[in-house]
């Protein structure tokens, strides 16, 4: 069990995309990369209101090659040192949900609660591998939240605890 | 004149504009060529009846403000171009005196459904909040890239499980009307001929196997409609400012007699006035595809079988628009007001359709030739933007949806019936606005479709969305599948108006698409795309 957005927690993640990829039977060829903004939004614990963490995800012949955490700074420009090719952006209680398996992605994309930005046509030819990505976040890794987990109630004072 | 370039574009309407611009914005060095006396293709303003009244001769209505990248990449409002929203947006209004209003507020429309079919209006919020939730994405998707197949749509839709999570999106629409989805969903025939005669306005026939699966998207921008402040050509100077900041060229007048090709690659083009102009790296295109493969190439540079293709395949919509346009000392006044006020704040009417198959009819006769009884919908500019008229009065739209060639006399028919058609518009609309007397209506001028076609030549037939909006004429079909992605057969020479996908109106979208296509052959940094 790892600490959600703990260090530990996303290389649980990592490892479980790059278990699972081998499993599929078109994987892309080449790479991309992805920047995650999660917007604190007054109810989930993990991020204050108003705050934001975010971060870089290169993904690479179907496996993540690595992940970082980035600064509002370098979040906020274009000019990374590889280019970016998909942002996906969306409140914290929303991708609590996600982790927790509460709130199904596809549903919070298509609900408009993440906003996805880039060439929507390569996730659309892959999307035997953007199901894997997307499930190894929801489902992949056991989670403790140690700070409760959601549904959280209204500034997230009736959290439903760990 | 100087006499080369790095891209030379034919055309500056919308899409010309929008593509020099970018390429402009790109380094390169750019002209856009315009047959006409100024820039803006449709997007034309004129003071057609009396002075001081600003007349949108063709588009008038603008629909992706805001959900279209250039607009914001081209920064179009610090070029002088505003856009109002109406509060009121769009209203139908029957013959038994009741209305249905869309109000830029959804619970406001939801209001006005509801005194028709209280579940149509909770059926209405759904829809209208679940496209809500993907319009943007869709968009992204859909419009603003150059185009997916529907084989690949259909099959990602799929694997997303899609059809599961959305109530009202499908891979099944793919064969539907609109008429089978609104039927589907609604239940009462007036909401449905509202909804129908939305998706009309916007191109897409309500009878028309396979429109169904664009139908949602046209409900995530059903309260999406702007006016464009002191007319619509402002957007048109307002590009053409952004070209000349970045060091682009426009020249009007100047007619392309030919493209010239040499080695099988377009290396320029030749004035009707005969100036030769070079271009070191692109010609594109933004006419029609009959003068650019048919008159501007000479016959040996394309292959045989695509002019044969162009000449017999290409399809067009058919049906078109008669307009007229008035100088009125008022603004209408319906009886239906009694019913509900605000129908005399609606920038748009619908007079007096009440069931699709009343649509359904219309399209009927409009595709034998004949002239409908008019039921035209109704435009008043001014309520909202008060700079297009003189103080204390009001330019009107009428259009009417028409057949562009009449049974018996053709589109020459025209020349004859402007004047009666117009003046039968005009009591219809007076039969709902009785106001509307003819000491009101000060002056008055038809537009006919032929006059389009002879004013905006690039729509043959009159065909206003340069190509049909059916199926197998969509994404990257449109408007042949070896045109569907911008590139010609020959070499350096793009296609990039509304003739591509997605389609006519002001989308900015077939420029956009054409741009990511030229920016990966000639190698530019998309510095347009802020991920």
Known sequence: ?162 | MRSDYDAIIIGGGHNGLTLGSYLARSGLDVVVLERRHEEGGGLCTEELTLPGFLHNVHANYHTFVDLAPPVTDLEVRSHGVEYVRPEVQMASIYDDGTALVVHRELDRTCESIARFSEEDAETFRRLNTEAHGYVDLLLGTLMYQPPMSVKELTKALAMFGVEGRSEFLGVKLRRETINQFLDQHFTHPKVKAHLAFHGAVCGYTNDVPGLAIGFPLLIGKIDNWHICVGGSHRLAHGLWRDLAQHGGTLISDAEVDHIVVEDGRAVGVTLASGEELSARKLVASTLDVEQTFLRLIDPDAVPAELRTRVANDVKHKDWTLFSVHLAMSAAPEYAAAEFDPDVNRAWVVNLGYASTDDLDAEWQRIRRGELPDPRPNAAVNSLYDPTDAPPGHFTGLLRQFAPFSLAGTGPGGWEQAARWYGHRCIEAWRRYAPNLTDDVILDWAPFTPLEISQKMVNMVGGDWMMGEISLDNMLDQRPLPELGQYRTPVDGLYMAGSTQHPHGYITFGPAYNALQIIAEDIGLAPWWRKI
């Not at chain 1, 959600?4 to 060829?29: E, G, L, M």
């Not at chain 1, 997307?134 to 989670?143: C, D, I, K, R």
């Open chain 1, 1 to 162: 069990m790892a600490d959600i957005y703990s260090p530990s927690w996303y290389d649980a993640v990592r490892d479980t995309i790059n278990s699972k990829v081998a499993d599929i039977s078109d994987v892309p060829d080449g790479g991309f990369t992805v920047a995650v903004d999660i917007q604190g939004d007054g109810a989930s614990p993990y991020f204050p209101a108003g705050g934001a963490r975010h971060f870089l995800i290169r993904i690479d012949d179907g496996r993540c090659e690595w992940y970082r955490e980035m600064d509002s700074t370098e979040a906020g420009t274009f000019d990374h040192d590889e280019p970016l090719d998909y942002r996906f952006i969306g409140p914290a209680t929303v991708f609590d949900d996600i982790a927790a398996g509460l709130r199904d992605p596809i549903d919070a994309a298509l609900g408009g609660q993440v906003k996805v930005r880039g060439d929507m046509r390569f996730l659309m030819r892959q999307a035997e591998h953007v199901q894997v990505l997307l499930e190894a976040y929801t489902n992949g890794v056991s989670t403790d939240w140690p700070q409760g987990r959601p549904p959280y109630g209204p500034n997230g004072s009736e959290s439903a605890g760990a």
